[in-house]
């Protein structure tokens, strides 16, 4: 499979400051049961053996340029990425390289199996063995890194966690209680990790100062739910809201993730700050996800450009010979107030005349 983004849940490398907060950055977009569409065909589909993919524009020296498809037992049943090798693919050229590297691949393979490679096109076009994969059976394979991976700046980019069963960052509930303090009564910082399954379904966590919303399926990182300036200072607590009873979601490969006892109780998530007393309760979307969509996905911003080029056509001939400028605006709803019954929609200083103070 090639792609231009590779599918959440690969494995490969991201960056913190794009991926976390930006939707644009995955093949899926991040959006809703689309998040899994990929990964779950390459699960049942145990033909798929290699998917490559760009749009990091990150070179391939690091190893998790390359992963596969499964993990050490004893770090958990996790990732489940059928029968597929995932690799990142660089850029040739320098201007366009988040680090310099420019970079290719190559694939060589016969009937026993095949081989990535890299080019590394800085260095006139040599040739490196990267990884060998070995067909052992119709539906299994050995892979291994082929080279000791000497190149490795481990430090050039930061890797954003992802959680898995087994590596002790998993938090669980209070028996008692049915609440769930995450940072032990302590204040979050850039060192906290750990992460946790809500009632629900969904997975939050904390890593890099920062609370992130995981895919449930692949754990992989969805988006930014609290940034590290809001957070800075504060613990986060668990509690149930009081309704015994919410929608429970499907949450394929999860069967070993334990959550609260009362499993279909809604929740809340509150930030608690110690020095103003202040309690700060993090809602969830309308479609129960918590993480936010900061900068909306570019094929909605697309469709929202067309829109604006056919009102800038319109408004050139509307206007035309006028003294007015046909300036085209974007009005964005449906909601503007969050108390009783919108009836005004316009943006003051965009859409309508904005007021004097």
């Given at each position: 499979?090639?792609?231009?983004?590779?599918?959440?849940?690969?494995?490969?490398?991201?960056?913190?400051?794009?991926?976390?907060?930006?939707?644009?950055?995955?093949?899926?977009?991040?959006?809703?049961?689309?998040?899994?569409?990929?990964?779950?065909?390459?699960?049942?589909?145990?033909?798929?053996?290699?998917?490559?993919?760009?749009?990091?524009?990150?070179?391939?020296?690091?190893?998790?340029?390359?992963?596969?498809?499964?993990?050490?037992?004893?770090?958990?049943?996790?990732?489940?990425?059928?029968?597929?090798?995932?690799?990142?693919?660089?850029?040739?050229?320098?201007?366009?390289?988040?680090?310099?590297?420019?970079?290719?691949?190559?694939?060589?393979?016969?009937?026993?199996?095949?081989?990535?490679?890299?080019?590394?096109?800085?260095?006139?076009?040599?040739?490196?063995?990267?990884?060998?994969?070995?067909?052992?059976?119709?539906?299994?394979?050995?892979?291994?890194?082929?080279?000791?991976?000497?190149?490795?700046?481990?430090?050039?980019?930061?890797?954003?966690?992802?959680?898995?069963?087994?590596?002790?960052?998993?938090?669980?509930?209070?028996?008692?209680?049915?609440?769930?303090?995450?940072?032990?009564?302590?204040?979050?910082?850039?060192?906290?990790?750990?992460?946790?399954?809500?009632?629900?379904?969904?997975?939050?966590?904390?890593?890099?100062?920062?609370?992130?919303?995981?895919?449930?399926?692949?754990?992989?990182?969805?988006?930014?739910?609290?940034?590290?300036?809001?957070?800075?200072?504060?613990?986060?607590?668990?509690?149930?809201?009081?309704?015994?009873?919410?929608?429970?979601?499907?949450?394929?490969?999860?069967?070993g993730a334990d959550c609260a006892d009362a499993e279909a109780e809604e929740q809340a998530v509150l930030?608690?700050?110690?020095?103003?007393?202040?309690?700060?309760?993090?809602?969830?979307?309308?479609?129960?996800?918590?993480?936010?969509?900061?900068?909306?996905?570019?094929?909605?911003?697309?469709?929202?450009?067309?829109?604006?080029?056919?009102?800038?056509?319109?408004?050139?001939?509307?206007?035309?010979?006028?003294?007015?400028?046909?300036?085209?605006?974007?009005?964005?709803?449906?909601?503007?107030?969050?108390v009783g019954t919108a009836t005004a929609t316009g943006v003051p200083g965009l859409t309508k005349k904005?007021?004097?103070?």
């Amino acid at each position: 499979m090639f792609s231009h983004a590779p599918p959440i849940g690969s494995g490969l490398r991201v960056l913190q400051e794009n991926h976390v907060v930006n939707g644009c950055c995955w093949l899926n977009h991040s959006g809703g049961a689309s998040t899994r569409k990929f990964i779950e065909l390459v699960r049942q589909h145990r033909c798929i053996k290699a998917w490559f993919s760009g749009h990091f524009h990150l070179g391939q020296d690091y190893e998790d340029s390359i992963t596969f498809p499964t993990i050490p037992r004893e770090q958990g049943p996790y990732p489940d990425r059928g029968s597929c090798v995932f690799a990142q693919t660089s850029v040739m050229r320098s201007g366009t390289s988040r680090d310099k590297r420019q970079q290719s691949r190559l694939i060589r393979g016969n009937k026993d199996g095949f081989e990535i490679c890299t080019v590394d096109h800085f260095n006139g076009g040599t040739v490196r063995l990267d990884a060998t994969i070995t067909y052992k059976d119709e539906g299994h394979e050995v892979g291994v890194f082929a080279h000791e991976h000497e190149e490795i700046s481990g430090d050039s980019f930061i890797k954003v966690y992802s959680p898995s069963l087994g590596d002790g960052c998993k938090v669980d509930y209070d028996d008692e209680e049915g609440a769930l303090d995450p940072t032990k009564g302590d204040c979050i910082d850039e060192e906290t990790i750990a992460w946790w399954q809500m009632s629900c379904g969904r997975v939050l966590g904390m890593y890099d100062g920062r609370l992130i919303e995981y895919d449930p399926s692949t754990l992989a990182p969805l988006g930014l739910v609290v940034g590290a300036d809001e957070l800075a200072g504060r613990r986060v607590l668990v509690v149930g809201s009081g309704i015994e009873e919410c929608a429970v979601e499907e949450t394929e490969g999860m069967e070993g993730a334990d959550c609260a006892d009362a499993e279909a109780e809604e929740q809340a998530v509150l930030l608690i700050d110690d020095n103003t007393g202040t309690v700060t309760v993090v809602q969830p979307n309308e479609d129960g996800s918590y993480w936010r969509k900061i900068v909306r996905n570019k094929m909605i911003r697309m469709k929202e450009k067309r829109r604006e080029q056919a009102a800038a056509t319109v408004a050139q001939t509307e206007f035309e010979g006028s003294e007015m400028t046909g300036k085209v605006v974007s009005s964005w709803g449906p909601y503007t107030s969050t108390v009783g019954t919108a009836t005004a929609t316009g943006v003051p200083g965009l859409t309508k005349k904005a007021k004097l103070k």
